[in-house]
């Protein structure tokens, strides 16, 4: 499980690559766009509810609820906002791909509910597990680690977008 940081920074970069609209007008949909990327761990309102830590990562992470949100979404704002709805459903799909990669502990995240009801991870990488569990100064190293990692990309795709608004059209 990355911490948050991770989670916003892979959703803020997904909107930097995929939103239609220009830079000058992003910072709003980077902001909404991290958070929709961290709103899966929603699930632990239900965990603290039902005091059973199996809701966790469980049908929250799964891409069929990212892809019922988004069509939801669709329904809602009308398929003139395919792409920016697309755009934001991905940034929350993000999230479950993400935990997939990562988690080692817990035994993994339910991605194909409710197709199947296994959980199933990676752990590619030993990014942060139970943050709650690590003394302050790991989890201030942990940040550190996915910021190094995951905030590059997104200054890349940044700045790739602001060199491309500022070069010139050539006239059809
Ligand atoms: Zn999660």
Redesign the pocket.
Known sequence: ??LPLA?GLVGAGIIAALHPQPLRHRGLPLLFGAILANC??L?FGLVLLTHDKSW??GF??SLAFSLLLTVTALAVWGGAHLWRVSAYGACYAS??L??YST?KLGGG?ELLWPAARGRYGLGLWGLSELPSRLPPAEVLRWLGVEFLIFAPPLLALLLLRRSRAKTPRRPA
Do not use: C, K, Q, Y
Request: proline share 6%; aromatic share 0%; no cysteine.
């Open positions: 499980m990355p989670h899966a761990d699930d966790h990562r929250t992470h999230h479950g993400l935990d988690t995240v």
